[in-house]
């Protein structure tokens, strides 16, 4: 049956911001999609409030908005489109959850929308946990023991039938949202609130915890003439109780014998058919107690989802693209396996390789939260890595994990076993410092109750590791071959042999030991297959392809980690098809599964290895490209810029000698010294003791940060010595300090530009909503600036082309200014590719990335016939997406340390009604009426009285703490002054958690009012009030608010906006 | 603690290894299986026989090995090759993998370039190989040179286990053991049949003598051209009773509907083959471990249907004779290792010789 001519539009949804559990897989998953449905001929209309996204760009669907994905907006544009069919599978949990919305209310049938992937009984079968059970228990198919809670009260029962430790584990989420385990009656009470509430129906799912058990995995593929295949078994290295997302997973299985992995398929496809789910890809999680044999169910998706990608990536077999296909009507055997070109889709992939998925977290960024794994997910990124043995692939995923922080290692033998009982983000990192103490496989399994198996090849892992704790020198040709196929990259090597990784590449090649390059081909070898997809080990024959045109690489930038996110992937891929476009073969280097840029179709060729310099030398001594490009994947790649270029390998774009001087201090600050710029008064103290002088002679408040570390990690603003003492106290900070004069309630400014060496263009000057001290990456932002006038837009724009002339850019710049009153400050220079640089692209309609790549090859400025830069008459905004949720101990305030993992865009005509839309795309829905509570800090006062009164003439009812409360009144207004925490009953937390709260703006004091404040922004964050933490944003909430707060109607079309913008110019 | 060892072609491709089995040299037709899991099955399979045995993916004896895992008494191939070699123990038992190998006098290695050595073959053919743990490349080339080929070989009389009875209950099927796993037997057993297991060598009134309801031809190594008395038996009970054949039992049975057979490049072998069925189009994930294939002439011929096609190669998976009451594919529907997606077929065969 091919593809079915009922039908012509097709609706797909995307799954919105990065956040915790959803990242840039269903970007991978969705473009592909788009691609696949559009070559078959039918027209797409893409909704995905995320810019940072391949599939918003205008080529990929016929129609794509970027706005907000709630049942308004989507009923909005459905009224506006009118799409024959929804495929809801592909953008993760918020697109099904959504498309279950749009059935509930109605939408559906009203615009006569079919649900073609996965109908409502599908969806509710699979992901109500109550209705899961029935149909499992209906197919005889065996799942644990629980019970289905929507109260307290219910889940205490619950806890009394079923005994402690228990799971919780809420209906409709994702990542584990709000799930968890308990061990005692308070912790349950503690928890099954929150777990029902994370529940969009309120429903909970209590079980008896079976941590420790083995966790499995199963991507199922079915289609409607009811053929289903596995496309690969994953096994979980930590056992039940840490979240898939979180666990190190390993595919295909290894522990399995034949008997118990083919009662898992089986039991896969019979779930696959009991929950109904006709085409698509579809993942089954298992649990298996070894010692029993007892199998049970823990869930399943009928969607493509994290794992599929993985699955996808981990074979060579494109569910996602396949799946839409499937679900427009073709079947399995009717679609071709792309890679080997002469056999079917319908089969089962076989790997010859392992492939490992590592997750990446990002603790340190949340401060306050015990680094402890659990069943919800907290990992920021993870890595694929793929080796010709477990230890290969294990160790490249190590390395690939670019820690920033080293993992914390323990003091004794002893203290290393007991950690391993509780999973920690490190703990693989404690085995092996536990191996190097003399820890035995069977010790390790027994204190981290993962499997001995595992155990055993991270002790071999490490033996190898000791192996070449020698003199460099003395390593023979066997011995770094041997070191490599355990696993180790020269970086370990260089860390065992005390050199660095250029002396052991350069050591490895004398002794002529290099990698050999093989094939993703689906197939083991068994057919001769066109891969573009590869990887490296050290084998003795290699598959490397040899390069037919001019060769540019691409190096992506790694797992996704907080402040280096998909919007840089974003650039990758632009980069790729770019060059392609310009005739070039376009070259990927990258290792994070949860990208387009690991999509094997869309580069000529795609290496899946870490961004790391072995990596790019052995790949360009293959690849003999023309240039290598380092400034699109964040700081990854540019990082590695300097010793690519010394090993002679032609880098294109920003120079390294460029880079280094926009990123060391000291060079910059004479630079712009040079230039006449200002920039804030800032001192090097070269050790914590020195910090106070150079405080004295800046004064405060001040800026203080550590000079090692990338991201703004440990930054802080103090404002008194004691601040500063409480700070060096708290970071001890090793060498040097910076010190930075702080800019008090300064507009922050973020521009975006190309440069060719010599002119500059300017893509977009942003103005940022909240001040400078709240991290550019944290704010919200609006393009074109509102509040600057024309002449310091142009003071600004001359600044970035000095700027950009002098340090030498080639391609992207970023720019960082803080503006007070009329004097503009620099605060950095990026020579790169910068976060905004898609939401710009999308905003302007001008495709930077593209541009910048013919810069890099030469091009310049004139030659690439720009457009004035001119937005018009519409005003984007780019808002911030927080992961606060996930960590509800922490304080949901902003600062000048990052800690944002997405961001969504919105497109209006004035701000107000473009930052009320991108509110509402961010999940915050600013209320029409009713009450807003103010808690503003002694110097935000005089705008709180302003901001409270327009909303008390608006009809909303005031609620204050005392202070405010007495400003407030001060000035006239009608206000309710409630009770603080510590007041006792019917206290603001109280009045939140009751519903009586619309509203909450609470900007955060000193550290005195921390405590107070932070308890009402975490009642706030827990009960799904809006919560403004700065006055600015407070400020720009109420002209959202009065403009009509976001409303849905008339969504605008990207390709819409970009036509009137071109037209305008 | 591990001795070098060596694996070469007849075409000259030389690779080193090391030695996890029993010391010795070998010689046998090489073949590659794609197969992920099921190791100790797949070794134990006596279609092997006569054959060096290469896993394609890369982590084999993960789990251990133990009595439960057997499709027959002993290992079958002449050697194993592998890139990595495990030795713990582990679900399947509480011996190491390596450790089994050795007790049962497998030579066998493991750190080989397994991936070098199925590419190999897939571009150049099957071809005869040797691994030996003592010889040097010269000595080892030169044996297995003058090592002979699979082609002509009748193996079925020494693939074959003792005449046994299994089961109790309900319809007597005869299987003529060419080399048959233990899960055929045993699959039969539990669709519900008795099984009279007996050599090929039988005569046609030796089964008659069974009053069986059905004939049932196994699995097993080689060529089937030169299985030498299998197709004469067939042919004299066709059409007097029911007959089901598996693998070279499909072989044979379309040999004796004089049907050609002839050998494939490199096989099939392993656990992903997807395999479509004519009557109503859907496809199974099966099982294969075979080196030749069924040929039809053009236009095919009266009486005989093809009930399944290799979505890999196109080639013959299935036969019916439906006017002489005779079946047969070419995989193997009772897996182990591998999907259970044939399984059924012993069910219906049982179900139609049973009416
Ligand atoms: N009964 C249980 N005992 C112990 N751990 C569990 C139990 N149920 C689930 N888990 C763990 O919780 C994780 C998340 O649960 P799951 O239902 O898969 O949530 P999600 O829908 O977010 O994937 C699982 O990966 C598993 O490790
Ligand atoms: N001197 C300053 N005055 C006020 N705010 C500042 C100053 N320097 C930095 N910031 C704030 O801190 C944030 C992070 O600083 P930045 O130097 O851009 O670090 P990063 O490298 O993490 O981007 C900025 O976005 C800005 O809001
Ligand atoms: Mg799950
Ligand atoms: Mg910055």
Sequence with gaps: MPARTDIRTILVLGSGPIVIGQAGEFDYSGTQACHALREDGFRVVLVNSNPATIMTDPGVADRTYIESLDLETVSAIIAKERPDALLPTLGGQTALNLAVELFEAGVLDQYGVELIGADVDVIRRAEDREVFRACMHEAGIPVLDGRIVSSLAEATTAAEALGFPLILRPAFTMGGEGGGSAATPEELARMAERAITASPIGQVLVERSIAGWGEFEFEVVRDRNDNAIIVCSIENIDPMGVHTGDSVTVAPAMTLTDTELQRMRDVAIAVVRAVGVETGGANVQFALERSTGELVVIEMNPRVSRSSALASKATGFPIAKIAARLAIGYTLDELPNDVTGVTPASFEPALDYVALKMPRFAFEKVPAVVPVLSTYMQSVGEVLTLGRSFGEAFGKALRARELDVPAEVPDSLSAALACLATPRPDRYDVMLWACDAGATAGELASASRVDPWFCDQIVQFAEARRAVRRNLVELTADDVRSAHRAGLTDRDIAAATETTEVEVIAQRHRLEVRPSVHAVDTCAGEFAAASPYFYTAYETETEAPSPSGKVIVVLGSGPNRIGQGVEFDYCCVQAVQAARDLGYEAVMINCNPETVSTDQGVSDRLYLEPVTLETVIEVAAIERPVGVITQLGGQTPLRLAEAIAQAGIPLIGTPPHAIDLAEDRGRFGALLHGLGLRSPEWRVAPSATEVGAATEAIGFPVLIRPSYVLGGRAMAICHSAADVDEYLTRERPQGAVFVDRFLERAVEVDVDALCDGQSTWIAGIMEHVEAAGIHSGDSACVLPAQSLGPATIDAIGAQVGAIARAVGVVGLVNVQFAVVNEAIFVIEANPRASRTVPFVSKATGVPLVRHAVRLMLGESIADLDLPEPRPGGYVAVKEAVLPFSRFPSTDPVLGPEMRATGEVMAIRGSFAQAFAAAQRAAGQRLPRSGSVFVSARDADKPDAVSIAGALGRAGFRLLATEGTGRALGAAGLQVEVVRRVSEGADNVVDRIAAGGVDLVINTPGGRSAHDDGAQIRRAALRYGVPCATTIEAARASVQAILSGGGSPARPLAIQDVHRAVSTSR | ?355
């Design chain 2, 1 to 355: 603690m591990h001795r070098p060892a060596l694996v070469v072609l007849e075409d000259g491709l030389i690779l080193r290894a090391r030695s996890v089995g029993a010391d010795g040299t070998r010689t046998g037709e090489m073949v590659f299986t794609t197969s992920m899991s099921g190791y100790q099955e797949a070794v134990t399979d006596p279609s092997y026989l006569g054959q060096i045995l290469c896993f394609a993916a890369p982590m084999i004896g993960n789990y251990g090995a133990g009595p439960g895992y057997c499709e027959s008494g002993r290992v079958w191939p002449e050697a194993v090759i592998m890139r990595v070699a495990g030795n713990l123990p582990g679900a399947a038992g509480p011996m190491g993998w390596q450790t089994w190998l050795t007790e049962h006098g497998v030579v066998a290695v493991d750190d080989c370039d397994t991936r070098r050595l199925t590419r190999h073959l897939r571009d150049h053919g099957a071809m005869r190989g040797g691994v030996s743990t003592e010889l040097g490349d010269e000595e080892l080339l030169a044996l297995v040179r003058t090592a002979p080929t699979l082609d002509g070989r009748d193996l079925a009389a020494e693939a074959s286990g003792p005449r046994r009875s299994l089961g109790s209950d309900g319809p007597v099927v005869v299987a003529v053991d060419c080399g048959m796993k233990a899960s055929i037997a045993s699959e039969l057993v539990v669709a519900g049949a008795r099984v009279e297991v007996v050599p090929p060598t039988i005569s046609p009134a030796e089964v008659l003598a069974f009053d069986p309801q059905a004939l049932f031809i196994s699995n097993g190594p080689g060529d089937p051209a030169a299985v030498a008395d299998v197709v004469p038996l067939i042919r004299d009970l066709l059409g007097k009773i029911p007959v089901f054949g598996i693998c070279l039992g499909h072989q044979l049975l379309a040999r004796a509907l004089d049907l050609s057979t002839v050998k494939l490049p490199f096989g099939h072998r392993g656990a992903n083959h997807p395999v479509r069925r004519t009557h109503d189009g859907r496809v199974e994930v099966t099982v294969q471990n075979h080196g030749y294939a069924v040929e039809l002439p053009p236009g095919g011929r009266d009486g005989i249907e093809v009930t399944r096609t290799s979505l890999f190669d196109g080639s013959v998976e299935g036969i019916a004779a439906p006017e002489l009451r005779a079946w047969s594919v070419q995989y193997h529907p009772e897996a182990r290792p591998g999907p259970n997606d044939a399984a059924y077929l012993f069910a219906d065969f049982v179900e139609r010789i049973g009416k």
